[in-house]
């Protein structure tokens, strides 16, 4: 029963980035490109966006795709851990938005973290595994 809620649970968590991809793809190919997510990566300040923008979806579909097909999960899972707490810190900062946008950006910051906690379970329990094996 372990193993099937383990990899119940792992595929959720990996079709949330594949999802997620997919839809910023959907929203680039009806805007024609990836101007909507680059320029929201540019309101941070970050460099490249365009660049940025097409390297976060390649990403999240590699990454959701491997998690869910359960290949490489370890070392997967961590990194989708260090990617959601960094988007929830420099995307979602709710202490510096307005006031109108402070429910959703704490929503967006805990969402993140939460991922972040999965996913470590999950790095968690790959290392487990191959430790008793």
Known sequence: MHTLFVT???VLLGLF???SALLKIKAGIDAGGVAGLAGYIGSRGLPQPQML???VIAFELA???LIVIGFLT???ALLLAIYCLLTAGLFHNFWAVPTEQLQAQIAFFLKNVGLAGAF???AGEGIRVRLNA
């Open 53 to 55: 923008a097409y390297m």
């Open 17 to 19: 980035f594949v999802v």
């Open 8 to 10: 119940i649970g792992r």
């Open 74 to 76: 370890t070392p997967v």
């Open 63 to 65: 990454a959701g795709i």
């Open 120 to 122: 470590l379970v999950l």
